[in-house]
């Protein structure tokens, strides 16, 4: 019955073209996730085989706009027809039933496709997806399993909240890059690349409210304190670190690092912060890239530690039980292993898939998404090897990785 509605709708598509139709119309091909996308989800429609302009026609339950989907709860599956002078397109969408708030999740920002959900143990399968309207950059999960991720093409951010399944969105959040929960407060912080002429960082709090500060300029990575509610944005630009208090969203201050500072880390006490130059002998900066680690307990934040010269390091985390740092190089295709306190080798680099991007640590775990290979790397920490099912294939271009586990 569906499949002869999307039909009669696309007949009627036709008929409703401008005349005289072309005799020779292209197939166009609607591309999307090759997954069920889950309630709330907001798909951008895009129609590879024609140009615009082209019509939205919708069998099934939600919505389309101009060059969206909305997809609505309770249905299973949909159709939509985008039918213009120079083509006619359809594709078939399947709708997941929502998370189950008890099962342990793997969510992946695969720039391509959105949010992909996973099961959390091998084989890793994918689940589902939540298209938010846009690229994703990064992707952030709390303790209560809600999902953070912002639009880096865009001008939203989203949290989708497991239990109840509920999708949220904010406006007016600029060309978002990483996100990051506060465990104190349950703000979410965004770094925002460009506000006003430079970067900025946007609160939004568990309330709802948003509020943003413009700091240095292209702000990008970012990592908190939460116990001494501080924000550390890297403001890859001019080679600063701004530290925002995260109640007022005051810039307390605001100190000069390395050359291209991209991604950050934390130390468990929150007295040193890890800092990579994302920067490559080879590159148009013709200059190596580095990490560094930086007091910050001090009164004067300060250089006390710098790495060999890397390939191109792109990604950091930090992982205080073996007081190691983990290091992605998009050049290598390699993770680096450093002494925390020394920031030297301790190992040969761990070899990965292609573009291994922004690393994270979850239960004794080392996730690396490749952004070029589609997959998802995953390393035991005590072992350093890769665990069964590893890599696994996620959505396009995946960048980050974030894992939730009910508590018990």
Known sequence: MKRRLALLILAAAVAAAPRPIPIHRAAGLIAAAPLPYLPGSTIPIR????????????????????????????????????????????????????????????????????????????????????????????????????????????????????DPWTVHRYDNVPLGDEVAFDSRSGALFVTNRELNGAGALTRIAADGSVAQRVLGLTAEGIVIDSARQRVYVANVNDGTVSIVDAGSMVELRRFRVVDRVFSLALSEGGSRLFAVSNQSVDSPFAAAGSVVAVDVAARDPHVVARSERLAFPIGVAFDGTHNRLYVTDEDTDAVDVLDAQTLRAIRAPLRTCETPWKPSIDRGLLFVPCARSDQIDVFDLATLHR??????????YPLAVAVWMPPA
């Open 47 to 162: 129609v590879n085989g024609f140009n615009p302009p082209f019509t939205l026609f919708l069998s099934g339950a939600g919505s389309v706009s101009d060059d969206r989907y909305e997809v609505a709860a309770g249905a299973d599956a949909s159709t939509v027809i985008a039918a213009g002078p120079a083509g006619l397109a359809m594709r078939a969408f399947a709708i997941a039933p929502p998370p189950d708030p008890h099962r342990p999740f793997i969510a992946v920002a695969s720039y391509d496709d959105g949010i992909v959900l996973h099961d959390a143990a091998a084989p890793f399968r994918a689940r589902a997806a939540l298209g938010i309207g846009g690229a994703p950059g990064d992707v952030a999960v709390n303790a209560a399993g809600a999902i953070a991720t912002t639009a880096t093409d865009g001008m939203s951010a989203t949290i989708a909240t497991l």
């Open 387 to 396: 665990v069964k099912g590893a890599p696994f294939s996620t959505g396009g």
